[in-house]
């Protein structure tokens, strides 16, 4: 069995196009993606609770999804939780979640 200590799979739809840039030698794209649970609560009623995620790929991954992945595309992901901690100029610590995704698949019909 491959290692789950950090592990994360998805399938969701991207909310935004993916923003491609150069990061030294290597490309890197990040965007979000929307994953929904549908659930009935105590009185019966169908509620819809959708989670948004960040998104970060490397290499010839940020190639790929800057190519071919559009706002409202539906893929599916895998790759490690990274969590990161950053201070603003105002000196304000900021906590950001991401995935860091190691394989990609693109689902559902072609896009024109």
Same mark, same amino acid.
């Given at each position: 069995?491959?290692?789950?200590?950090?592990?994360?799979? &998805? #399938?969701?739809?991207? =909310?935004?196009?993916?923003?491609?840039?150069?990061?030294?030698?290597?490309?890197?794209?990040? @965007?979000? #993606?929307?994953?929904? $649970?549908?659930?009935?609560?105590?009185?019966?009623?169908?509620?819809? $609770?959708?989670?948004?995620?960040?998104?970060?790929?490397? =290499?010839?991954?940020?190639? #790929?999804?800057?190519?071919? &992945?559009?706002?409202?595309? %539906? /893929?599916? /992901?895998? =790759?490690?939780?990274?969590?990161? /901690?950053?201070?603003? $100029?105002?000196? %304000?610590?900021? @906590? @950001?979640?991401? #995935?860091? /995704?190691? $394989?990609?698949?693109?689902? =559902?019909?072609?896009?024109?």
């Amino acid at each position: 069995m491959k290692s789950v200590r950090n592990s994360v799979q &998805l #399938i969701g739809r991207l =909310g935004k196009d993916p923003e491609v840039k150069n990061v030294g030698k290597s490309q890197r794209a990040t @965007f979000s #993606i929307a994953t929904t $649970d549908n659930y009935k609560n105590a009185k019966g009623e169908k509620v819809e $609770d959708t989670q948004w995620h960040n998104v970060v790929m490397w =290499g010839k991954l940020a190639e #790929i999804a800057g190519q071919y &992945l559009k706002k409202g595309a %539906e /893929v599916a /992901v895998e =790759g490690k939780l990274v969590h990161r /901690v950053y201070e603003t $100029d105002k000196g %304000e610590k900021r @906590f @950001f979640t991401e #995935i860091n /995704v190691n $394989d990609l698949a693109m689902l =559902g019909s072609k896009q024109k």
